[in-house]
C-alpha cells in the first residue's frame, strides 16, 4: 500500500458527461500529480500541484481541470468526455516539491467512456 | 526538453537468469533524478529503485541494481536471479528538481518458467 488513495476505483460514463477523479496523498505529502494512462501507453504528465497551487503543467486539454483543497487532497475534473478519454489515471504524491522524494502512486482510476 | 527513450519494448527472459533493461535520457541539466518503476499486471505503479545524479555509486536494491553512466546519459537496470513475479512492465522516469516526472514507454518483461 503506498498510501496515496484514488476513488473511484472503476468508473463508466457516457459521452459528454463530467466527472470527477480523487486523490488523497500520503500523510505529509505536499505535491500532488496527476497523469494519464492510455492502454498499452506510457505516463503522459497532466498537472502538478504544490501546497494547494498549480506547479506544473503538461498536455492536460482544456475539458480537463483539477485543483488541490487545504487538506492537501486533489480533484481532478474531467468535462465533455470522449471516447478518447477513455484511460488509467494515475495520481501521485511526494513529500517536496519534486526535489529529493520519489513520487508514489495510487492505485489508479480506471475511467471507461462509453 | 527532457525526454527519456527505452529502446526495448519488449523482452523475455528464463527464470533465474539475468536480465538488463535500457535506457537513456536526455537533458542539460546537472543534477537529477532518475527512477526505475514497475507496473504488474494489476496496473499498480511501483518503485523499484532510485539514482541521485550526484551520485557516483549505483544504486542497487536487492536482486535490483542499476548502471548508471552521467557522461553517456545511460541508466539501465539489472535483474538478478529473475522471479516469475518480475513480470511486468518497467519505466524508467527522470526527474529535476522542482518539476514533474518524466516517464519513458516502457518495457515489457516477461519472465518464462
Known amino acids: 500500500d503506498s498510501g496515496v488513495t484514488q476513488t473511484p476505483k472503476h468508473l463508466i460514463t457516457a459521452t459528454g458527461q463530467r466527472v470527477t477523479l480523487r486523490c488523497s496523498p500520503r500523510?505529509?505529502?505536499?505535491?500532488v500529480y496527476w497523469y494519464q494512462q492510455s492502454l498499452d501507453q506510457g505516463l503522459q504528465f497532466l498537472i502538478q500541484?504544490?501546497?494547494?497551487?498549480?506547479?506544473a503543467k503538461g498536455n492536460i486539454l482544456e475539458r480537463f481541470s483539477a485543483q488541490q483543497f487545504p487538506d492537501l487532497h486533489s480533484e481532478l475534473n474531467l468535462s465533455s468526455l470522449e471516447l478518447g478519454d477513455s484511460a488509467l489515471y494515475f495520481c501521485?504524491?511526494?513529500?517536496?516539491?519534486?526535489?529529493?522524494?520519489?513520487?508514489?502512486f495510487g492505485q489508479g482510476t480506471r475511467l471507461t467512456v462509453v | 526538453a527532457q525526454t527519456v527513450t527505452q529502446s526495448q519494448p519488449e523482452m523475455s527472459v528464463q527464470e533465474a537468469e539475468t536480465v538488463t533493461l535500457s535506457c537513456t535520457y536526455d537533458t542539460s541539466e546537472s543534477n537529477y533524478y532518475l527512477f526505475w518503476y514497475k507496473q504488474p499486471p494489476s496496473r499498480q505503479m511501483i518503485l523499484v529503485i532510485r539514482q541521485e545524479a550526484y551520485k557516483q555509486q549505483n544504486a542497487t536494491e536487492n536482486r535490483f541494481s542499476v548502471n548508471f553512466q552521467k557522461a553517456a546519459k545511460s541508466f539501465s537496470l539489472k535483474i538478478s536471479d529473475s522471479q516469475l513475479g518480475d513480470t511486468a512492465m518497467y519505466f524508467c522516469?527522470?526527474?529535476?528538481?522542482?518539476?514533474?516526472?518524466?516517464f519513458g514507454k516502457g518495457t515489457r518483461l516477461h519472465i518464462l518458467p
Open positions: 501521485a504524491s511526494s513529500a517536496s516539491l519534486g526535489g529529493a522524494s520519489e513520487a508514489f
Open positions: 522516469a527522470f526527474m529535476k528538481p522542482n518539476d514533474k516526472i518524466i
Open positions: 500523510s505529509g505529502d505536499l505535491s
Open positions: 500541484y504544490y501546497n494547494g497551487e498549480e506547479r
